[in-house]
């Protein structure tokens, strides 16, 4: 029987269910190009997932009627909105912009967050991890700096799951940032990584002339 229109070249590319979020310091991991948070660093579990690549252009037009002469980007942005069901003080105390890395949050019951004191969003470092239904193939989506800004809605109904939504908008952190790194310089806004299990990165990094350190990362 012949097949006819659009046919699937790949299975193993076809994408369903949601992605991990991980959350990291965005300046202890800056000189990493590479996945280097883990499954301990998840937000937990997900009720949606969503990127988004945003571009925006000029058109140049001339003549009698119009046509187009030439394109200009004028912006560009990538953002992760996401849903978590997890209602914890780390959970929460990111949704309102708060770094909660550095170790404030350790019990998922026990903590503060603070009302009435929003400032400057911190800077964080996310990393989605996607894993395809053939478990074998990943896509990793980095922001090494990225700021939440979102409203906090916390909507608690009777037998329905709490999900809290936040918007994670990657920004700058090439050299010419304040926080960047040379790293990220020929992709200010982070990248997408395409990897199978078992996969290893190993990034030197050099803090000092003579001190380095090597951070080894393994796909799932």
């Known amino acids: ?4 229109g659009p046919l699937t070249k ?3 590319t076809v994408a369903l269910g949601l992605a991990q979020i991980r ?4 300046a202890d991991n800056i000189t990493i190009p590479n996945p280097v948070l883990s499954s ?5 579990a997900m009720a949606s997932t969503k990127f988004t690549a945003d571009a925006e252009y000029f058109k140049l037009e001339s003549g009698f009627p119009l046509m187009e002469d030439t394109i200009f980007p004028l912006r560009e942005s990538a ?3 996401c849903t978590f069901k997890e209602i914890t003080p780390y959970n929460l105390a990111l949704a309102r912009g708060v770094d909660p890395t550095g170790g404030a949050y350790p019990n998922n019951h026990s903590g503060s967050v603070k009302l009435g004191t929003l400032a400057t969003p911190a800077f964080i470092r ?9 478990q074998t193939n990943s896509l990793y989506i980095i922001f090494p700096r990225a700021q939440v800004s979102s409203s906090v809605e916390l ?8 999900a809290v939504p936040v918007t994670i908008e990657s920004k700058r952190a090439d050299s010419d940032t304040s926080g960047g790194h040379s790293t990220w310089d020929d992709m200010p806004l982070g990248q997408l990584i395409w990897a199978t299990s078992g996969t290893v990165w190993t990034t030197t990094t050099t803090t000092t002339s003579s001190t380095s350190s090597s951070t080894t990362t393994t796909a799932p």
């Open 1 to 4: 029987m012949a097949r006819y």
């Open 10 to 12: 790949d299975t193993t």
């Open 23 to 26: 959350i990291g310091n965005s």
């Open 40 to 44: 301990s660093d998840s937000i937990g």
């Open 79 to 81: 953002m992760i909105e």
């Open 126 to 134: 996310m990393e989605a991890l996607y894993t395809f239904p053939d």
């Open 155 to 162: 909507d608690l109904a009777e037998e329905d799951v709490a």
